[in-house]
């Protein structure tokens, strides 16, 4: 059992690249969560997917786009990447929404 | 805004009860009390809920107050791999946005 993956964990872009995060889960959960952790601070909601087939936006949406690929697997799409998105993001994954949510180990994404 | 005031940080020595504190003054009735930690930059980890009765489970207890505007997460014999930060949240257990504040840093002393 692999709980919550995420990949890549670590990746460096250049301004105004793109790329997608993939966060994957074997728990058999119906919801899954994107956040970011900034340096000395807590988690930020970015988009958070309650069931397969619907997507919400969080607290920081503005910047990223989310897919709901199916029951296990939950991407974050960077279209064109700025400094201030330089953080930690960690997946998340909740047997509903009224659960308490378990975390992957984060991707470290620094964009210069 | 979070809806919870922790202490930024707190110390305890390795092997006492650490006793972490939590205020939520405006916490609504239906508004369940979380704990998480974060151990060094790994994804947070739940530690336990509860929402008027004090619960307990194999990590930690959790003691509310009778008026539910505070309530504290002990950790009965810390240990060092207990260093961490640990997050307190009013959450109300329905489609709605968990807010994480910037927690309690506790350092357990050797």
């Known amino acids: 059992n692999a709980g919550v993956t995420q990949t890549p964990k670590f990746q460096v872009l250049k301004t105004g690249q793109s790329m997608t995060l993939q966060c994957a889960q074997d728990?058999?959960?119906?919801?899954m969560y994107w956040y970011r952790q900034d340096p000395g601070m807590g988690l930020r909601l970015i988009y958070y997917?309650?069931?397969?087939?619907?997507?919400d936006k969080g607290e920081v949406p503005n910047g990223y786009n989310v897919s709901r690929l199916n029951k296990r697997e939950f991407s974050l799409r960077l279209e064109s990447a700025a400094p201030s998105q330089t953080s930690v993001y960690f997946c998340?994954?909740?047997?509903?929404?009224?659960?308490?949510?378990?975390f992957g180990p984060g991707t470290r994404l620094t964009v210069t | 805004d979070a809806k919870t005031t922790q202490p930024p940080s707190m110390d305890c020595a390795e092997g006492r009860a650490a006793n972490l504190p939590c205020n939520h003054s405006?916490?609504?009735?239906?508004?369940?009390v979380y704990w998480y930690r974060q151990i060094h930059s790994q994804g947070p980890q739940y530690i336990i809920h509860?929402?008027?009765n004090n619960e307990t489970n194999e990590m930690a207890s959790l003691i509310i107050t009778e008026d539910r505007k505070s309530s504290t997460l002990i950790l009965p014999h810390a240990t060092l791999r207990d260093t961490a930060v640990y997050y307190c949240?009013?959450?109300?257990?329905?489609?709605?946005?968990?807010?994480f504040g910037k927690g309690t840093r506790l350092h357990i002393l050797p």
């Open positions: 728990m058999n959960h119906n919801s």
């Open positions: 997917s309650a069931s397969e087939g619907t997507t």
């Open positions: 509860g929402l008027k």
């Open positions: 949240i009013a959450w109300a257990n329905r489609d709605d946005k968990i807010i």
């Open positions: 405006t916490i609504s009735g239906n508004e369940y």
């Open positions: 998340a994954t909740a047997l509903t929404s009224s659960y308490e949510q378990y």
